[in-house]
């Protein structure tokens, strides 16, 4: 029987790699995001790429706003029985996505940026699983937060680092409620990853030879290297492996 594999940010980057990786073995994909254009391009290449697999299922949705997470809860709910993966990579730093200057001055803007990214980063996760958790799998679920290297060393001005760094006590707590059930709750940590909508244009070439400078091979990660990542923690040979934070940096946070 096919997994059944949730994954939110799925039509592109980091979480488009994840449904690849599960479609290739086969899982029974859902991707979710905002924009149903992107997810309908994700799954017309998953199902181009992995012919025999299920065909992957679109569902757009703001996972910010409760009223859209429960519809689709109620929607996938009347599709399965149960999930067998739950993928958080839904996310983002609204200063990459806005120029600071589209923010208020004062105390004004910097409550609307950690905000921001507080809804973007930990609500989306936070509401996605909380409506998801009562069908997972028992035993043999998995959940699973895309947080950040920035959780641990900052990220210019503390708000996306910091709504990151709120997933890591979440999913411990989840770890200890569901261990009984046999489910195991953990989180990927990416440094740098290139190939994503992230930083869009943003980085010069400077900023970006100062990025991979930082990682002990000197190269950026992909989201193959996450995805990859997210995929063992999905399998039977890391059933062991329970509220633990995994960076995939190359090392960069401890530097070179
Ligand atoms: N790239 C990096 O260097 C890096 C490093 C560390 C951590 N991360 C984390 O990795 C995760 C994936 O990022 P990425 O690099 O793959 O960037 P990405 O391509 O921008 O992926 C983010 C995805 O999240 C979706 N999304 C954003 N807000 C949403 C919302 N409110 N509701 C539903 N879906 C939403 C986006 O789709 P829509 O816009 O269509 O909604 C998009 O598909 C993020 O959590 C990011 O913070 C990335």
Redesign the pocket.
Known sequence: MSQVVVV?????????ATAKYFAGRNGQVVV????SN??AQAVEEIGRAFPSAPAAIPFT????LPDQVEGLRDTLKEKFDAFDVLVN?????VLRQHPASAYADGLAGVARRWTDNF???TL?AVLLTEALVDQLRAPGGRIIF?????AYRGSGQGC?GAA?ASLHPYCYDLAKALGPRGITVNAV??????D????GAALSETQRAGKLAEAMNGRA?T?DD?ANTIGWLASPDACHVTAQILQVNGGAERGR
């Open positions: 939110s940010g799925g039509g592109t980057g980091i979480g488009f979710v995001g905002r924009r992107i997810l949705a703001d996972l910010t990579a839904a996310g983002g730093h809804r973007l980063n989306s895309v947080s950040s290297i920035a996306y990151k940590a990416p440094g740098y990853v290139e994503t909508e992230f930083f990660g989201p996450i």
